[in-house]
Each structure stands twice: as C-alpha cells, then as structure tokens.
C-alpha cells in the first residue's frame, strides 16, 4: 500500500522500481512492528487491509514543567480508493488521536500532501508553519 500512495500522488521515484522497493518497506515494517516507538493501526476487512496509520513517538527534551515529553509523528496515512467513502480513514485517525491523548503525547505533527490537507483540517489539525532543512546531493 505504501507504493500505492506514493503512485497515487504522483510521487513515486523513478530511480528506484516496484521489486527494489518490496524488500526495503518489508524489512521496515518487519523492524517497525517489534518497535516500542512505533505504533500502526490497520482496518481489516475481510482479510485485506483497507487502512493504516503509523506514529512514531518521538522524545522531547525534558523541561521543568514536563520531564517526559512526547509527540507523535504521524505517517503512512492510506485508505484504499474504494472505501474513502465509507469514513474509514477519519474513524481511524479519531482512534489516534484519542490514543495520543490516553498517552499524553503533546501533539500528533504530519507532513500532509496539498490534496490531504481538508481531511486533516475536517480531523481538527492545523496548518502551522515549520521550518526544514533538507539534504542537498
């Protein structure tokens, strides 16, 4: 599904094809799974995976008013196409963010597509700005 995303949004590098892919995302997921920072939620239905969320909790450096801060990193955010309209996504990510809350993370960030941000501003995220560096060749 991860490959499908990407398809999906036109993002897809050229550079690297379908079958060099495969092995990387499952050797990932395999190591993602046995993560305690990492936490992925599925909808299955029916034997297939119609849905996924991942976060990853990221530590924060302690401050006086809060020794064990924590925020989620959400990514991997999919519906298959078929069954966006059945609300899935959005149940999904209600389930996230009321587990960030049981988990006292201080907030959930994400890095959406232009096309994801009115799902995730309907989902209560705002857009806020932030400032990245990125890795020049």
Not at 102 to 118: D, F, G, Y
């Amino acid at each position: 599904m991860r490959w499908d995303f990407r398809v999906e949004h036109g993002i897809a590098a050229s550079s690297v094809q379908q079958e060099e892919f495969l092995p990387i995302i499952k050797q990932f997921l395999t190591e993602a799974i046995d993560d305690p920072a990492w936490t992925i939620w599925v909808v299955d239905l029916d034997g297939l995976i119609i849905a996924h969320i991942f976060c990853q909790r990221i530590k924060k450096m302690p401050r006086p008013e809060n020794i064990h801060p924590e925020f989620g990193y959400v990514t991997n955010v999919y519906t298959r196409p078929t069954y966006r309209k059945l609300k899935v996504g959005s149940r999904l990510l209600r389930h996230v963010q009321a587990w960030a809350n049981e988990e006292k993370l201080e907030m959930l960030v994400l890095w959406p597509s232009t096309k994801a941000i009115p799902f995730y501003e309907r989902e209560g995220f705002l857009l806020s700005g932030s400032m990245e560096w990125i890795q020049q060749d």
